[in-house]
């Protein structure tokens, strides 16, 4: 039976450390890669297994045309299949899902391994209710439509005391905090958590109104944002 390895990549490109050895043993079995971007998984494996010779594997792009048939041809053949996610673990807030889905209808055995998830990194040092929670991505680029969307993300964490957790692409979280700080009421509590695992880790929980007297700087810096209302 064709084994699929749901292969975690590192946070932060020099933080391989966070990684368990046995993922590598897990690479060292496969002979396909079905990854986010081949480039960084080929520097990110060579990194950790230096004697690796690149050459020797296939690589498939997720999100091809042709990704799918690719992905079917490979389990049809016996291959040791890995998908790897760009950062953190596939199918979690990255490609992957769908591959993951089809290795099930086609009877593979899906093996996922630990690894570094931004969203319970967060939810872990946060503070926050870590029994009830949402993760929900990227929130809306139009500026109307964020707001309409932070104010009801809001909402549903005090209603619900479910701790709401979301994403930015980095170089506009400058102006999502700005929404987040104008928009929502002063005792909504806000966790920002910045370049998780790597050397620059930057965590800390506050209440709206403690931040509008602190605002960070978080151009381009990697960030998962979480709310609570207590």
């Known amino acids: ?13 020099e933080a391989t450390q966070v990684l368990p050895a046995y993922v590598m043993d897990a690479v060292k079995e496969c002979n396909v890669f079905f990854v986010e971007n081949e480039r960084t998984t ?3 494996f060579k990194k ?24 079917l041809k490979a389990l ?8 790897v996610s760009e950062a953190g673990c596939p199918g979690v807030a990255d490609p992957g899902q769908e591959l993951i889905a089809l290795a099930h209808r086609h009877g593979a055995t899906v ?7 931004s969203i319970l ?16 991505g990227y929130l809306p680029i139009d500026e109307r439509e964020r707001i309409k ?7 549903n964490a005090a209603k619900e005391k479910c ?12 102006q999502l905090l700005v929404s987040i700080l104008k928009h929502l009421q002063p005792a909504t509590q806000l966790c920002i958590a910045a370049d998780l695992t790597g050397s620059a880790e930057w965590i800390k929980t506050r209440t709206v109104e403690q931040w509008r007297k602190d605002i960070p700087e978080l151009h381009k810096r990697p960030v998962l944002f979480a709310l609570y209302v207590p």
């Open 1 to 13: 039976m064709t084994t699929v390895y749901l292969i975690p990549a590192p946070l932060h490109p």
């Open 42 to 44: 080929r520097r990110y």
């Open 48 to 71: 950790c297994w230096k004697e690796m010779v690149i050459d020797e594997y296939t690589w498939h792009t997720i999100g091809e045309p042709t990704t799918a048939a690719a992905f």
């Open 76 to 83: 049809q053949s016996g291959d040791v299949i890995g998908i």
């Open 111 to 117: 093996k996922p391994l630990v690894g570094p998830s």
């Open 121 to 136: 990194l967060a939810l872990m040092a946060s503070g926050f209710n870590g029994q009830r929670f949402q993760f929900v």
């Open 149 to 155: 969307t932070l104010q009801q993300l809001e909402q």
């Open 163 to 174: 701790t709401q957790l979301f994403i930015e692409t980095p170089y506009r979280n400058n």
